[in-house]
């Protein structure tokens, strides 16, 4: 298991906990979650040591836990899934470049798979239990398949892949460079299932509501000396807020489970304020497509898939002074599931050199139809800030000014 010493220094504020954290939902906090999401990664596949996306997986309390993790595309297609297992207190640390590069994937096993403790060791303060559920498919392979290296691959850099049947899951921007999000949810037991399929979520289903995760990422480029890092995406679960369990009310997963609630996970925000400096700000965004994103043929282009590309219902960057300007009506900036976008550049065009953005992603999709059903309007996404500064990153998140719980559609806010 590896561990850093940037990692540890999170270990002494873990000590007071002992139970799930009782969630806060339609508040976007940074909180102990039933799922985190990294909105965005980035591996630079022609440079052995060009970008890479690591990012943890921390166990809050003492209580032994598994994590289902989901790899997808930039477009929102899955395309690998692997569970992790947690002793009280444990923490996890990815590097996607050793899965999508090199084949290997975490190691990790319960007390029933690891009897000498060797693989998963057990703290002082930790549980370790046997998760009988995980027999088989803990600790994973060595190594997975060239065959699927390649698949992983392809898949993340809009080519096809031979496990798609030929099929694209994402876009080609030309760089050799895979890209895509990640999600983490805690489940009761091992799975292969995606958070799509029949049994996932529900009574009985794989996931858990227990908000007993967090975690944080880093984009590294060992080429240049650089590092930039942000706190996962925290997404509470309840089974008793009416916002998250009521029919027709839009939910984290909302997609995947026909607006059913059943993930009980609460919403994004859908509108932000952003800080840039023109040039050399980026802004890192996941959206949600509102609908359930298979493999397509290929290549990715505008109605390929049905609702790409995103919309938005307004866009207004400002000044120092206040002075406002909004890109033209057919500018998309942030068209895909996941993306990473430069202020003043292209996409999201600015007279300014430096001010904040209001971003307002809601949108209505054609493919969802009348989706979610509390308002088809809503768009739950995230948006986060990278500035270069010098030869140092800064990154952090966007300001949100609401929740999708209840998405405002005011242009420009009052």
């Known amino acids: 298991m590896k561990r850093t010493a940037f990692w540890l220094l999170v270990l002494p504020f873990l000590l007071g906990f002992a139970s799930p954290s009782r969630a806060d939902v339609c508040s976007s906090d940074v909180k102990p979650a039933a799922t985190l999401l990294l909105p965005y990664f980035e591996v630079d596949l022609q440079h052995a040591h060009g970008t890479d996306t690591v990012f943890s997986i921390n166990n809050a309390f003492s209580a032994a836990q598994l994590a289902h993790v989901v790899v997808w595309s930039d477009l929102g297609a899955a395309v690998l899934d692997f569970n992790v297992y947690l002793t009280g207190y444990d923490m996890e640390v990815i590097s996607l470049r050793d899965i999508i590069v090199n084949g290997l994937l975490p190691q990790t096993a319960s007390a029933g798979q690891d009897p000498a403790d060797t693989i998963s060791p057990q703290g002082s303060l930790s549980q370790d239990v046997n998760f009988a559920s995980c027999t088989g498919q803990l600790p994973p392979p060595a190594g997975l398949p060239a065959v699927f290296i390649t698949h992983l691959q392809n898949s993340l850099t809009g080519q096809g892949s031979v496990l798609f049947g030929g099929l694209c899951a994402g876009r080609n921007l030309g ?38 995760l967090f975690g944080d990422y880093a984009y590294v480029d060992a080429s240049q000396g650089k590092s930039v890092g942000n706190t996962l995406v925290h997404v509470e679960a309840s089974a008793t807020s009416p916002e998250t369990s009521t029919p027709g009310q839009y939910t984290f997963y909302g997609r995947f489970v026909g607006w059913s609630a059943l993930d009980h996970r609460s919403p994004l925000p859908t509108t932000f304020g952003a800080l840039y400096r023109k040039g050399d700000t980026d802004l890192v965004v996941w959206r949600d497509p509102k609908v359930v994103q298979n493999a397509f043929t290929c290549p990715a282009a505008a109605g390929n898939p049905a609702w790409y590309p995103l919309g938005q219902e307004a866009i207004v960057t400002f000044d120092q002074r206040e002075t406002a300007a909004t890109p033209p009506a057919s500018a998309k900036p942030f068209p895909a599931a996941a993306q990473r976008t430069r202020v003043g550049g292209g996409g999201l065009p600015t007279p300014f050199a430096s001010g904040w953005a209001y971003l307002n ?7 969802a139809g009348a989706n979610p059903p509390e308002d088809p309007a809503a768009d739950q996404a995230w948006v986060s800030v990278v500035t270069a500064d010098g030869r140092s990153l800064v990154g952090f998140d966007a300001m949100r000014y609401d929740s999708a719980c209840q998405a405002k559609h005011t242009n420009p806010p009052n």
């Open 361 to 367: 992603l809601n949108t209505t999709v054609p493919a």
């Open 175 to 212: 760089d050799n460079v895979a890209r895509g999000f990640v999600t983490v949810d805690v489940v009761k037991s091992c799975t292969l299932r995606f958070p799509s399929d029949t049994g996932y979520f529900g009574p009985g289903g794989d996931a858990s509501d227990d908000n007993v």
